[in-house]
């Protein structure tokens, strides 16, 4: 599946997008925040207040506890300021 | 109803003449911009505002069915702007046609109140001082909430 990184979380992890294969037991939007940050040490700093993380599955918002399984991309991004 | 995502600038007064022009025979409408503010006191350069626009229509569409629905509005168009905006910049235009006034301007207020905090827009400003994240501010969430309360 494809990631979306958006605003601080863009910066921080020097990336825009990136595509990844997590294992199996990468259930939901939440596990695969703490896969995400069990591999390097950038992500680890840039998510360690999940509360912070807002999610967003084939571009419709989700909660962390959302399945990823079927998901084609998963958008990461801090809270909205729009307006 | 109608959503448009740009980085191009718009014309505020244009745009409200052209949703007039389709009123047909509507009693009111409410048009709002939100501009790029720079005060004396804290002044700002450039806001870089970074989007998701697949997820920002699909976001809007959205409020605008609830605004819709729960004030009998006759139409609504948002237009918001991403990409880098000097200081005094139109970022966003909200326009909303209803039978009468008052469900004209709440609609108004309760779409900007959801583009507050429910649209995928991040923004960053530029000042003297160096660049700065606009952080989300919890007096966006209890605006937000506030059309949650009622119901």
Do not use: C
């Not at chain 1, 939440?30 to 840039?46: N, Q, V």
């Not at chain 2, 790029?36 to 699909?58: G, H, I, K, M, Q």
């Amino acid at each position: 599946m494809k990631i979306l990184y958006f605003a601080m979380f863009r910066e921080r992890l020097n990336r825009s997008e990136e595509e990844v294969d997590p294992p199996a037991e990468v259930k939901t939007v939440s596990d695969l925040i703490g896969w995400l940050r069990s591999r390097d040490e950038a992500a680890e700093l840039a998510f360690e207040k999940p509360s912070l993380v807002r999610a967003a599955i084939d571009a419709k918002v989700v909660k962390p506890d959302a399945l990823i399984a079927n998901a084609q991309t998963v958008a990461l991004f801090p809270p909205m300021t729009g307006g | 109803m109608t959503v448009r995502i740009q980085t191009s600038a718009f014309d505020p007064g244009a745009e409200t003449n052209a949703f007039l022009a389709e009123s047909a025979g509507a009693g009111a409408a409410v048009t709002f911009t939100g501009l790029v503010r720079s005060r004396p006191d804290d002044p700002v350069e450039t806001l870089t505002l970074e989007s998701y626009p697949e997820l920002a229509v699909n976001q809007i569409e959205a409020m605008i069915a609830e605004a819709t629905a729960r004030f009998g509005l006759l139409r609504a168009t948002v237009i918001h702007r991403y990409g880098a905006l000097p200081a005094g910049d139109p970022i966003v235009q909200v326009m909303t046609l209803a039978p009468h006034r008052q469900a004209a301007f709440e609609a108004a207020e309760f779409l900007m109140d959801y583009l507050k905090t429910d649209a995928p827009f991040w923004k960053k400003e530029a000042t003297p001082e160096g660049e700065r994240w606009v952080e989300a501010k919890h007096e966006d969430d209890a605006a937000k909430d506030r059309w949650r309360n009622n119901d």
